[in-house]
């Protein structure tokens, strides 16, 4: 096949697409779909392409779940955010790494989410500034009870 041929081959364009974006990180199944569309590629060889990577083990939501959980939970992000971030890249399922941590793991990470950000001083009476700090870890997605071990949290607690 001649050089303008394969450029013009729709099919062609769609694997070194996927291809290219799957070399510089993992992705889901809908990521990878979006962004063939956005190069506006047909939708049947986009579903073409992304079967034959699936069958080949090139494309896993599965392990792209499972990585992206992992390093989530690394930059200090609860299970409510990182659930829902998997959510809008297409993945329905939990990933296994996020089923293993313990609910006092997570109040642990979400000590330390606070202790990064604001340190792990008395908030008795300075009601302002707990509503503050919970409203942090909220946004970082824990729970309401994770936000609670956190906030009486003080520096020898772990």
């Known amino acids: 096949m ?7 081959d729709p099919e062609y364009l769609a694997r070194s697409a996927a291809l290219r974006l799957l070399a510089r990180r993992e992705h889901s199944r809908y990521e990878l779909t979006l ?3 956005q190069r506006h590629l047909e939708t049947d060889v986009i579903e073409s392409v992304l079967d034959d990577y699936e069958r080949e ?9 499972d990585i992206y959980a992992r390093q989530r939970i690394e930059a200090g992000y609860g299970p409510l955010r990182i659930l829902a971030e998997l959510q809008q890249r297409g993945v329905k399922e939990v990933p296994v790494c996020l089923s293993l941590v313990t609910e006092d793991e997570w109040c642990q990470k979400a000590a330390r989410a606070r202790e990064k950000r604001f340190g792990l001083g008395r908030l008795d009476g300075d009601l302002p500034e707990k509503a503050r700090q919970a409203r942090f870890l ?5 729970s309401a009870s994770h936000s609670e071990y ?3 949290s003080l520096p020898d607690a772990f």
């Open 138 to 142: 909220a946004r970082r997605g824990f």
């Open 2 to 8: 001649a050089k303008d041929q394969k450029h013009a």
């Open 57 to 65: 083990g090139w494309l896993d939501d599965d392990r792209f779940a």
């Open 35 to 37: 962004k063939l569309r």
């Open 150 to 152: 956190a906030l009486v």
